[in-house]
Nanobody, 126 residues
Framework: QVQLVESGGGLVQAGGSLRLSCAASGRTFSDSPLAWFRQAPGKEREFVGV????????YYADSVKGRFTISRDNVKNTVYLQMNSLKPEDTAVYYC???????????????????WGQGTQVTVSS
């Protein structure tokens, strides 16, 4: 059974940092892009960033560019989201996502991804 499990969320003051982790099990995702999305109350789930299968390419939403960094450890089958200079508008549930097969492609769209974690809450106070 494939599972993605996020951790590392919490409450932080504006300007602070958090590091989220997403550990995958049930299959290796070294041949897949891995993405982060977030969903704030009353809003649609939105793209945060994605890292390509090789780790050589990362892409971010404009709202987080320069503040967030995605990395991956294919040995640990884990993807990370380092979040710096956090703002109250970053408050949301953060999800990691993966496609259902290995691919060189990637997407910024929720509908393209098959596997999702349960989410981890990030709250940034002003």
């Amino acid at each position: 059974q494939v599972q993605l499990v996020e951790s590392g969320g919490g409450l932080v003051q504006a300007g602070g940092s958090l590091r989220l982790s997403c550990a995958a099990s049930g299959r290796t995702f070294s041949d897949s892009p891995l993405a982060w999305f977030r969903q704030a109350p009353g809003k649609e789930r939105e793209f945060v960033g994605v890292i390509r299968r090789s780790g050589a390419g990362t892409y971010y939403a404009d709202s987080v560019k320069g503040r967030f960094t995605i990395s991956r450890d294919n040995v640990k089958n884990t993807v990370y989201l380092q979040m710096n200079s956090l703002k109250p508008e970053d408050t949301a549930v953060y999800y990691c996502a993966a496609p259902n097969s290995g691919t060189y492609q990637y997407s910024f769209s929720t509908g393209w991804y098959y596997y999702w974690g349960q989410g981890t809450q990030v709250t940034v106070s002003s």
